[in-house]
Nanobody, 112 residues
């Protein structure tokens, strides 16, 4: 059974940081490109960042310079380090194993 389990969300003040984790099981993790998506209330789910099987990364413009995606194949885990958070970053953040599997998400709320 495939599972992607996100953790690390919570309430943070503007300008603060959070680190999200997504642990995968039931898949050969190293064979999958991994992505973080987010969905804000009333909006469509959108791509945030991705990391290839070889570790190359890409980001959407609105998080460049603030967010960092990384992976640890030994731990079957992908991370999203989020710095300089803004209220508009408030969303449920989802982990996605390229082309195949979604996690259930973790809520990030940026508010004073």
């Amino acid at each position: 059974q495939v599972q992607l389990v996100e953790s690390g969300g919570g309430l943070v003040q503007p300008g603060g940081s959070l680190r999200l984790s997504c642990e995968a099981s039931g898949i050969i993790f190293k064979n999958f490109a991994m992505y973080w998506y987010r969905q804000a209330p009333g909006k469509q789910r959108e791509l945030v960042a991705g990391v290839t099987t070889r570790g190359s990364t890409n980001y959407v413009d609105f998080v460049k310079g603030r967010f960092t995606i990384s992976r640890d194949n030994a731990k079957n885990t992908v991370y999203l380090q989020m710095n300089s958070l803004k209220p508009e970053d408030t969303a449920v953040y989802f982990c996605y194993a390229g082309g195949a599997f979604w996690g259930k998400g973790t809520l990030v709320t940026v508010s004073s």
